[in-house]
C-alpha cells in the first residue's frame, strides 16, 4: 500500500486540516500579528490546494508549546479545534481557492525571530521547509549565508502594524523561488 509520500496528492483536506487551524495566537492577545500570502507554482499561478504548518517559539523564547490544537469532543470523538487560550506554537491552515493563506500568531522572540513553515503541495513528493522572518537579522547564521536576492525570499514584508505578508514561490528563478531547507537524518 503506498502512502502519501509515495504518491501525488494532494489528500490534505481529508484529515488534516482542524478548527482554528490558523488561529494560534490566544483569543484578544493585543500582541496578535497576522501572516499572510499566496503560495504560487513554477509558472506564478496560485496553488488552490497547498497546506501549510507553522511551527514557532512563545514570545518569552520558549520552546515547549502546549496541548490544545486538536482537542476533541468527549462525547462523540469531534475534532474541537484550539481552545482560545493556550498558546501552542503550532498553526495549520490550507489554501484558498486563490492560493492565500492566513495565520494569526505571536511575535516570535528575538533569539528565534522567524516561523519556521513546513508546506505540502500537489507534486511533491516530501513536503518542503523554509522559514518567515519578520525582519532581516544581522548575524543570523542561515540569512548570513544566503545572498542577498535570495536572502529576500525568507523576510516578510511589514505591510502596516502587526501585518506581514510573506508569499511563497515553489519553483522560479533564483530571484523568486523561496529558499527552501535540507534536513539530513543522522545515520545509525
Given amino acids: 500500500m503506498s502512502t502519501p509520500s509515495q504518491t501525488v496528492g494532494p489528500f490534505y483536506g481529508y484529515a488534516l486540516p482542524f478548527a482554528k487551524g490558523g488561529e494560534i495566537a490566544p483569543a484578544g492577545d493585543p500582541r496578535t500579528i497576522t501572516v499572510h500570502g ?3 507554482d513554477g509558472n506564478g499561478s496560485p496553488v488552490p ?3 501549510l504548518e507553522f511551527w514557532q517559539s512563545a514570545p518569552d523564547g520558549s520552546r515547549t508549546g502546549a ?3 486538536l482537542r476533541r469532543d468527549p462525547a ?3 475534532v474541537l479545534g484550539r481552545d482560545g487560550v493556550a498558546f501552542t506554537g503550532f498553526g495549520r491552515v490550507a489554501t484558498d481557492a486563490d492560493g492565500r493563506y492566513a495565520v494569526r500568531t505571536l511575535p516570535p522572540p528575538a533569539d528565534a525571530p522567524y516561523l519556521a513553515v513546513v508546506l505540502f503541495a500537489r507534486g511533491l513528493l516530501h513536503h518542503l521547509h523554509t522559514r518567515a522572518y519578520l525582519a532581516d537579522q544581522e548575524g543570523d547564521a542561515l540569512l548570513a549565508a544566503l545572498p542577498e536576492d535570495r536572502r529576500a525570499t525568507l523576510i516578510a514584508r511589514q505591510e502596516r502594524e502587526g501585518v506581514y ?4 514561490r515553489i519553483q522560479g528563478r533564483a530571484a523568486e523561488e523561496t529558499v527552501f531547507l535540507e534536513f539530513h537524518r543522522p545515520r545509525g
Fill in 76 to 78: 462523540d470523538g469531534a
Fill in 165 to 168: 505578508g510573506f508569499d511563497i
Fill in 38 to 40: 499566496v503560495v504560487r
Fill in 67 to 69: 496541548p490544545g490544537s
Fill in 49 to 51: 490546494d497547498a497546506l
